[in-house]
């Protein structure tokens, strides 16, 4: 059990739809991440924030937004959903500096029907 | 920016055989360089790292790696393969100047009886 948790575990949902994945990092970490999973993508990065401010910006689609609490915890809206969107979404948090190690939530099965 | 290219998106081994998983890095300052391991369904979980410190890095469940800077490649070994060892590594290097970890494509290691 890495202490990062992700809700919900799996969701079903339809074309231009929108949902939202939460995230709760490790107790202490400050950087939250994002990224999205697919067979045909690989891993790929979407966003990074720390201690609530956007850092880091990778492949993130602009129907796709993020945003980091006070509380630290993390939520990744993805609006007009495609069927392409259906993909594993991990969110990872870590200390914060370049140098520490990224711990990974179970991640949301994301299926776009 | 960094990247990582990991060499063979497919690697097949006997159980007990050496297993060498391949990392090539780039970057324009030392790097950090990390290995993960994902098992079927499950996040990424960090197997070792290197941060400057010993070329050569222990890690968990009796892998290491050996960073060498004339070759940009911080490969993964062990020298007798388990079964259990079956699963998806994935390397990622992140710079002293940025929390942007990349990731490659990962590798999938089988384990054959």
Known sequence: DSGVTQTPKHLITATGQRVTLRCSPRSGDLSVYWYQQSLDQGLQFLIQYYNGEERAKGNILERFSAQQFPDLHSELNLSSLELGDSALYFCASSLGFSYNEQFFGPGTRLTVL | ?113
């Open chain 2, 1 to 113: 920016a960094q990247s990582v290219t990991q060499l063979g998106s497919h690697v097949s081994v006997s159980e007990g055989a050496l297993v060498l998983l391949r990392c090539n890095y780039s970057s324009s300052v030392p790097p950090y360089l990390f290995w993960y391991v994902q098992y079927p369904n499950q996040g990424l979980q960090l197997l070792l790292k290197y941060t400057s410190a010993a070329t050569l890095v222990k890690g968990i469940n009796g892998f290491e790696a050996e960073f060498k800077k004339s070759e940009t490649s911080f490969h993964l070994t062990k020298p007798s393969a388990h079964m259990s060892d079956a699963a998806e590594y994935f390397c990622a290097v992140s710079l002293y100047n940025n929390n942007d970890m990349r990731f490659g494509a990962g590798t999938r290691l089988t384990v054959k009886p």
